[in-house]
């Protein structure tokens, strides 16, 4: 009977050892799939990363938006017409001048709402260049593999019990990392939805920004651009980062602070990916 309990203990301890390798061997593996898939995704614009719906919010924009943005640039330009006049001391202090710099802001501001796409993928490739520039750098530390020489030597030393534990803490860690994998799913697409359907409506504030009254709207709008524009290189940083802290705890001795600190990591790293978002829009001045 005795040797029937070592043979079932035997054959369970050989399960928990195999569960804990399998656990281990996979996890960094799914850790570099995801963070590359950033490093690729937050490279794109809105173009590139996806044609066809950047092609619908476009022609939206142009045959619904722009119309209202006309109406709301000729009410702007005879808003600034009739305040360049009077500002004269009432017209008794009259100027012909006045005429030529109105008709120059509307040929800026019509330049300008003409133009609309091309401004806002300006914005998006100048950042574009800017991920790309820097994930050459940063592509190189996303590579991280286990390297726990003695993992088989503490395998081997610890006792069902001790193994059935470590079991259970690799497979915390495993559910954590498919939790990131969810965060950054939401976060990469949910940055993107965002970007067009701010981008949908852009004709309407660009038709602000010659007046200095209401041209606040078209700056503060161009600030919330730039803002969802480099909240990308802020992700690329914040990938970068983690990568490094994992790299540290890949050579740790000690199994379970290996687990629990690539667990503290990866939840640490899930908070900063939701934070770029208000983290870009506070450096850009954006409300």
């Not at 202090?93 to 030529?100: E, N, Q």
């Not at 199994?255 to 640490?268: K, R």
Request: negative net charge.
């Amino acid at each position: 009977m005795a040797g029937l309990f070592d043979s079932v203990a035997e054959w369970f301890r050989g399960l928990l050892v195999e569960g804990i390798k399998g656990n281990f061997s996979g996890m960094f593996n799914e850790v570099n799939q995801k963070t590359g898939e950033i490093a690729s995704q937050v490279g794109q614009t809105p173009l590139g990363w996806n044609a066809d719906i950047f092609n619908l919010v476009r022609n939206l924009s142009e045959t619904v938006v722009i119309p209202i943005a006309g109406v709301v640039l000729t009410f702007v330009l005879c808003y600034e017409l009739i305040n360049m006049v009077i500002e004269r001391n009432n017209m008794h202090d009259f100027d012909t001048f006045v005429f030529f710099k109105w008709i120059f802001k509307t040929f800026v501001a019509v330049y300008i709402l003409t133009h609309t796409f091309d401004i806002v993928m300006g914005i998006f490739e100048l950042a574009q260049n800017l991920i790309n520039n820097s994930s050459g750098i940063i592509r190189g530390n996303l590579d991280m593999n286990l390297t726990m020489s003695n993992l088989d030597n503490e395998l081997t030393a610890m006792r069902n019990g001790e193994l059935l534990g470590l079991y259970i803490e690799s497979m915390i860690l495993s559910f954590a990392m498919k939790a990131m994998s969810l965060c950054i799913f939401i976060i990469i697409y949910g940055r993107m939805l965002e970007i067009y359907l701010t981008v949908s409506i852009a004709p309407i504030p660009f038709s602000t920004m010659i007046n200095r009254e209401w041209g606040s709207i078209g700056n503060g709008f161009l600030k919330a651009l730039f803002a969802l524009a480099f909240q990308g290189f802020l992700i690329m940083v914040c990938v970068a980062i983690y990568a490094i802290l994992l790299q540290g705890i890949t050579t740790e001795s000690n199994i379970h602070i290996a687990i629990w600190s690539c667990a503290g990591y990866t939840v640490l790293l899930c908070f900063m990916l939701f934070k770029c978002g208000s983290i870009s829009k506070s450096i850009f001045g954006s409300h």
